[in-house]
């Protein structure tokens, strides 16, 4: 299949019009191959105070932020629309689909208030935590969440204070727990409570969080950051809200959750790892062991998985990253990580733009290394007996032996794209869709670059506008080839069953 590029070397005999069209689409051409991002795993940036204003998000994005994520935990819906709409006119400056990620908050779990705002508790003292929201002290603080109290038992373990301080439970009073102070330290006011050992009987989604999953589905976002999920139940119940609206990017950061994690990834759309809170559950040996396994499992069921935390947390407050920091990065990228994420590095540290940058710096560099791609391969999951993954195998295979220069996957819901994607081809994905939104969510998926088309009437039209879309974004020029899928009949959501082989003249 090819089309006819037509050339003239006589401009003088066009009208200056036509002269002026004709430049303004070579620079359009050039502005959006500079925007190629030349790497395949992608960077998502949390936006804050440090990086809100539009010139900052226009750097961040410039250096290599795919998805900005908004953390409701922080601010207030106004500071939130105003974000939204600046990243929105980025968008449409830059004619490049920019995802966004409302991360809601989840059930917060947290001590009383103190009498003098602290208290040290000793290694070895008893303590109390009960329901009275008396101010606490030394022996004793509120736990103003009953279902705790509820559902301890003798043995469980309590953190505070993100894992600082652990408590041992040695008696259920029915209004009160008695502990051991197994590690002690200061403990100040509204300080955080894990427990790492119980299923707590608390909804994923706070009355909070419905009132932020409802301002951010009005506001277009393109994923929900669903927090501390523990069973299936919790994604279903967020389903329920969101439907199609958003993808659910399920955050895994209970112990709880792994015990579950092939049914939570099946009910997700894309998973996080989530190492903060689950760095603060898990023994800190345990925590890359459930990294590589979530990544392992995601592959296998072709759902884009992001890594999140402390990847280049030293740059908060310094210009370049530790070594030890780097090579945090460079292994997500070996275990075949879709995204990486950067959080106060770009929300609240004084050096954000040189954060993605150099993120995406080390991104580069890992997949131009012969061993990268080797480990790529060796780990590439089984395709299911399905059409959709017999396709997406075949355009892999076909697009490795005649070292095509991209695949163009036409895809309504995105789900070809991912498809494609999950083969971790050698060349570029581009991922053709008529659906704005589908562009957008796919700004996380390894190596997909979203491109925004109108319909088209025929196979033949189809693999003619795939062509046009490969030079115009700078994969493909003359006498180069490149392998397109699509559905037949067009337009059929979960519907590919075709694959052909251009050529560009």
């Not at 076909?398 to 081809?425: C, D, F, H, M, N």
Request: a positive charge; charged letters at 25%.
């Amino acid at each position: 299949m090819s089309i006819r590029r037509v050339v003239t070397n006589s401009v003088t005999t066009r009208p200056a019009n036509h002269r002026c069209k004709k430049l303004r689409r070579i620079k359009s051409m050039a502005i959006r191959s500079r925007l190629r991002r030349q790497r395949r795993t992608k960077i998502v940036a949390t936006i804050g105070p440090a990086s809100s204003s539009p010139e900052m998000l226009a750097r961040l994005f410039q250096a290599g932020a795919d998805v900005f994520r908004i953390n409701f935990s922080h601010g207030s819906h106004s500071d939130h629309a105003e974000r939204i709409r600046a990243i929105r006119e980025l968008e449409a400056e830059m004619r490049r689909p920019i995802g966004i990620l409302a991360d809601v908050q989840g059930p917060k779990l947290r001590v009383g208030m103190f009498g003098g705002g602290r208290a040290h508790l000793q290694t070895g003292q008893k303590f109390r935590l009960d329901l009275s929201p008396t101010p606490g002290d030394r022996e004793r603080v509120q736990l103003p969440h009953k279902e705790i109290i509820e559902a301890a038992t003798y043995g469980t373990t309590l953190l505070l204070d993100d894992g600082k301080l652990r408590l041992h439970v040695d008696r259920n009073r029915g209004d009160h727990l008695e502990c051991t102070v197994l590690v002690g330290g200061p403990l100040s006011d509204r300080k955080g409570v894990n427990v790492p050992d119980v299923v707590l009987p608390i909804p994923a989604l706070t009355e909070k969080d419905r009132a932020d999953l409802a301002f951010a589905l009005d506001h277009g976002v393109d994923y929900i950051g669903l927090s501390f999920v523990q069973r299936v139940e919790d994604v279903l119940e967020a389903r329920a809200l969101i439907g199609d609206r958003a993808w659910i990017m399920t955050k895994m950061e209970k112990p709880q959750a792994l015990e579950n994690l092939e049914g939570i990834l099946e009910a997700s759309d894309a998973v996080m790892v989530a190492r903060g809170d689950l760095g603060v559950e898990l023994p800190p040996e345990e925590v890359p062991l459930a990294q590589k396994n979530i990544i392992r499992a995601a592959r296998k069921l072709g759902l884009p998985v992001v890594v999140a935390t402390q990847m280049l947390e030293s740059m908060i407050n310094a210009p370049a990253p530790t070594r030890a920091e780097a090579s945090d990065v460079a292994t997500a990228v070996f275990d075949g990580a879709d995204a990486v994420m950067l959080s106060a590095e770009t929300a609240a540290g004084q050096f954000p733009y040189e954060a993605v940058n150099i993120m995406d710096r080390i991104v580069a560099r890992v997949e131009r290394d012969a061993g990268w791609r080797a480990i790529t391969d060796s780990n590439r999951p089984a395709p299911e007996p399905k059409t959709a993954d017999a396709i997406a195998t075949a355009a892999r295979q076909i697009a490795q032996t005649i070292q095509a220069r991209a695949i163009a996957a036409y895809t309504a819901s995105g789900r070809t794209a991912l498809r494609v994607a999950r083969e971790r081809p050698e060349c570029p994905v581009i991922g053709l869709t008529t659906e704005e939104n589908t562009a957008r969510r796919l700004a996380v998926a390894w190596g997909v670059h979203a491109v925004v088309t109108p319909p088209t009437q025929s196979m033949t039209d189809t693999v003619s506008r795939a062509i046009r879309h490969a030079q115009s974004e700078g994969f493909a020029s003359v006498g180069e080839e490149i392998v397109v899928t699509a559905g037949i009949p067009l337009g059929l959501k979960g519907g590919t069953n075709a694959i052909r082989v251009a050529s560009v003249i």
